[in-house]
């Protein structure tokens, strides 16, 4: 698969890119996605796993294109969804590691 570049506008959108597969092209029309879903997603995400996510979610396009199976995209946005989620709670990630070494100093996680 030849690499591909994405870029999230200002206002959290895509345009249409195309990606190649296996020499095969595979046009992927993704016109202005604003709907909740997706915004969503990216409000929650750092611009790390921003990009992450959009080169997931461009492969999986690409993946269920060729297979005829388009559950792959849900599933990589289904998991996205969760990882906005955990960030979308306040301190989520500096309460867990706490607790994660918290309890590696107490010896109950080796």
């Not at 461009?58 to 989620?85: D, H, P, Q, R």
Request: with cysteine; glycine share 2%.
């Amino acid at each position: 698969m030849k690499q591909h570049e994405i870029k999230l506008k200002p206002d959290n959108s895509l345009t249409s890119k195309r990606i190649y597969s296996n020499s095969a092209e595979v046009k992927v029309k993704m016109k202005t996605m604003k709907n909740h879903q997706f915004n969503k997603i990216v409000n929650y995400l750092s611009v790390d796993e921003k990009s992450k996510f959009l080169n997931d979610l461009l492969v999986s396009i690409a993946i269920a294109a060729e297979i005829g199976n388009w559950s792959e995209v849900k599933m990589c946005v289904e998991e996205w969804e969760n990882v906005a989620e955990l960030n979308s709670i306040p301190n989520f990630q500096n309460n867990t590691w706490q607790r994660f070494n918290r309890l590696k100093t107490e010896g109950r996680i080796i």
